[in-house]
């Protein structure tokens, strides 16, 4: 218990009543055996399977429950509190956890999703600061790493149609934080890691944008629709690169290394990788960066200099958090079938079954997360927006419990170590021609159903 000794007490006794050691483990086993069933795979070799369900059983650790029996929570105030409508929760890793792991709970437990929301929001009151922290640890403020992550996840939630939140409470603390940490002061923000802040902050700015845009506040989804583009401010076209910002206006001066130089104006990265971060305006990014051909030679570039083991690298670095979207970039270039060879690829070399199963830390369920989508082949790009990427799935067939009592199946018909490439889809028996699914196709149930061969098929699913 977080709140006292009696909590802990009545935890105790309504948790293991018999003392019963076997028993207790019996009942953790089949408590495990029933989240797990949360999804099916079948096909391919056990040791797939074991990764798979090790990465899903990673992804459900946390956020942990924070709540006694009774109801009862430590406050951020330091007091005790009682809900009966949520399940608090702590250990938010929000830098990390909103590209792939909130988005996955959204399809296999939106409840936990709402809980981890009203949680933060709790959180912001009780605390008196009333806004969102981005990495919360037992009430804590922490700060650590940046952005507005919560903002993502509120925004994500939104969208989905999954918030059972007080909406102008939730926007209101979210709008403070936007105001608090972004872009608006100078239209990007300075040094230090100014990419990687303007970047991110950019992003959650759009997800404020049409969070007001859903609530009918035009005006300010107006305002924030403007600093979502605030990446512009720091892209250099005479150096093809974006480039960090002191706050008089000047760029920090161009290094021997480049785009490669690890933590020039970017956190735990290099611009090379943060630079690809501007999901919620794919077609402006593309433009700013010279135009579609460019854009895939690039990331063409980045991809066949990545050393094939995926530890730490100046290239695709998939230890680190900043380009998990990557691979699923070309889905939006018109060329999928490169979005389904490498997301297959890094499934294969990145996720081993062993101690050191994973090429950088978990990040509370992040990297396991990823793992979970893209070996079912699916994956958000800019969470706030509905798009799910359709990708090369690992196994021959993964059915997942969505919604209430509803299953989504993917088959992927002659899958195998060769047969990467989709050659057709059909979605619920008719032929499905585009490269993304929307999450409500996903959550009403049905039958994807693709047919895979050794070779692209440079024709489908190129129509965005």
């Not at 006292?4 to 003392?19: F, M, Q, R």
């Not at 028993?23 to 029933?34: E, G, I, K, P």
Request: some cysteine; aromatic content about 12%.
């Amino acid at each position: 218990s977080f709140v006292s000794l009696e909590g802990a007490e009545k935890n105790l006794k309504a948790e293991i009543k018999d003392w019963d050691f076997d028993a207790v483990r019996s009942r953790a086993r089949s408590l495990w055996d029933t989240a797990l069933a949360k999804m099916d795979v079948s096909g391919r070799t056990d040791e797939q399977k074991v990764i798979f369900y090790t990465s899903l059983y990673h992804t459900m650790i946390d956020p942990r429950i924070y709540t006694d029996v009774d109801g009862q929570y430590m406050g951020a105030d330091g007091k005790a509190h009682k809900s009966d409508t949520f399940t608090k929760r702590t250990i938010f890793s929000g830098w990390d956890v909103f590209r792939s792991q909130m988005p996955l709970q959204t399809i296999i437990n939106p409840v936990l999703v709402n809980d981890l929301l009203k949680s933060l929001t709790t959180m912001a009151e009780e605390s008196g600061r009333e806004y969102y922290e981005r990495w919360e640890l037992l009430n804590a403020y922490s700060g650590c790493m940046l952005g507005n992550p919560a903002i993502s996840v509120l925004a994500d939630a939104y969208a989905k149609g999954i918030c059972s939140l007080d909406m102008e409470k939730a926007y209101r603390y979210a709008d403070k934080t936007s105001r608090m940490f972004g872009n608006a002061e100078l239209g990007y923000t300075p040094n230090p890691q100014s990419i990687s802040k303007t970047l991110e902050y950019a992003y959650t700015e759009w997800c404020m944008s049409q969070l007001a845009k859903s609530l009918g506040k035009q005006e300010d989804a107006v305002y924030y629709a403007k600093l979502a583009q605030s990446y512009r401010n720091l892209y250099d076209a005479e150096k093809h690169s974006f480039r960090p910002r002191e706050a008089n206006g000047r760029f920090e001066a161009w290094p021997e290394e480049g785009k490669l130089k690890e933590w020039y104006g970017c956190m735990e990265c290099n611009e090379l990788q943060q630079g690809w971060f501007v999901p919620h305006d794919i077609p402006g990014m593309v433009e700013l960066m010279g135009g579609t051909e460019r854009v895939i030679a690039d990331l063409d570039t980045m991809f066949d200099k990545t050393p094939t083991d995926f530890l730490w690298n100046a290239y695709y670095n998939h230890a680190n958090e900043p380009v998990h979207h990557v691979p699923f970039l070309y889905n939006h270039l018109g060329q999928p079938w490169k979005t389904q060879k490498w997301s297959r690829f890094i499934c294969d070399k990145a996720y081993k079954n062993k101690v050191e199963g994973l090429v950088g830390n978990e990040d509370v369920g992040q990297m396991s997360a990823w793992y979970v989508l893209a070996a079912c082949g699916l994956y958000p790009v800019c969470p706030g927006d509905t798009r799910y990427e359709i990708s090369s799935p690992v196994f021959e067939k993964t059915e997942i419990q969505v919604g209430e009592g509803n299953t989504f199946i993917i088959r992927a018909n002659r899958n195998t170590p060769e047969n990467t490439y989709i050659q057709s889809a059909k979605l619920n028996g008719m032929d499905y021609t585009r490269c993304y699914l929307d999450y409500r196709d996903i959550m009403k149930g049905g039958v994807l159903e693709l047919e895979m061969g050794p070779e692209p098929n440079t024709n489908w699913g190129v129509n965005n």
